[in-house]
């Protein structure tokens, strides 16, 4: 099962923010032409809007992705969290990538999880600042209660939850003890030992060894996927130190280097 640590398996292929290379990123459009291009699995970032609605968004500020300045123009940087649901949709977030793209909005988590599970890929999904975002880790997993998307080790999981914060992790953990835990890099560093609750460990590939990988692996029974590798460099040494996982903005170009190599 996708459960189990396997071996010389040919790493998955997560799209990260969607085919967000040549599509803007987190996006609807980019998350159907990363499943399109052959992604195993797609991964978004979640946020809370002032209404306290759950919604897939990177950045801290919508200026560099959002055309916000305009729209709202006496709101100095606003967050998502700065912004009701309706004020944010509102909001273009693909223009700034391309004018063809003008019209794609920040999209609800709960739009960007029923695609997965109807294509049948796998979603990682990044809760992004859960600290400023007080009970965003139990709606989220509420919703992926309520969409049916956890049944740890079972053919129809669809759901990794992953964030840098490990409280906040270890904190899911124990709310949902069905739910896949993902850490990533992790930040502050801590030994593999102290980690047995986690069933991946999500790394920033200049900085993972495969010694480190090996024995997450073999030791611990944890998976490690590496982020963000773009160039046909590191998808072949993702591949040689036996990545479970390769986080991308390219899939399709992934896809053709791991098939080649
Ligand atoms: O999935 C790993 C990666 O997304 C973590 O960094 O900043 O792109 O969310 P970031
Ligand atoms: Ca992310």
Redesign the pocket.
């Known amino acids: 099962s996708d459960d189990a640590v396997e071996k010389n398996k040919p790493p998955r292929i997560?799209a990260?923010?969607g085919a967000s290379a040549k599509f803007p990123e987190n996006t609807m459009l980019s998350f159907r032409k990363a499943i399109n291009r052959g992604a195993d699995w797609i991964?978004m970032?979640v946020q809370r809007t002032k209404d306290g609605r759950l919604v897939v968004f990177?950045d801290w500020s919508l200026r560099r992705t959002t055309n916000v300045e305009k729209v709202y123009p006496k709101l100095k940087s606003p967050s998502v969290g700065d912004l009701s649901y309706k004020k944010l949709r509102k909001l273009d977030a693909g223009k700034w990538k391309k004018k063809r793209f003008k019209g794609a909005r920040i999209p609800p988590l709960k739009q960007v999880l029923r695609l997965g599970k109807k294509r049948d890929v796998k979603m990682?999904v990044?809760l992004?600042n859960p600290g400023r975002y007080p009970g965003m880790m139990k709606k989220t997993l509420k919703l992926f209660n309520q969409l049916n998307l956890m049944k740890r080790g079972h053919k129809h999981d669809r759901v990794q939850l992953?964030s840098?914060k490990i409280r906040t992790m270890r904190h899911a953990a124990k709310h949902s003890p069905k739910v896949e835990i993902?850490l990533?890099y992790p930040d502050p560093p801590v030994t593999l030992k102290r980690l047995r609750w986690a069933q991946n460990i999500?790394s920033?590939h200049r900085e993972v060894e495969r010694k480190y990988i090996r024995r997450a692996q073999k030791d611990y029974n944890i998976r490690v996927?590496v982020?963000?590798v773009n160039g046909n460099g590191g998808v072949k040494r993702a591949m040689r130190m036996n990545a479970n996982g390769i986080?991308t903005d390219r899939p399709k170009h992934t896809r053709k280097v791991v098939n080649r190599n």
């Open positions: 997560i990260h923010r991964e970032d990177h990682l990044e992004k992953q840098f993902g990533l999500n920033y996927f982020w963000t986080i």
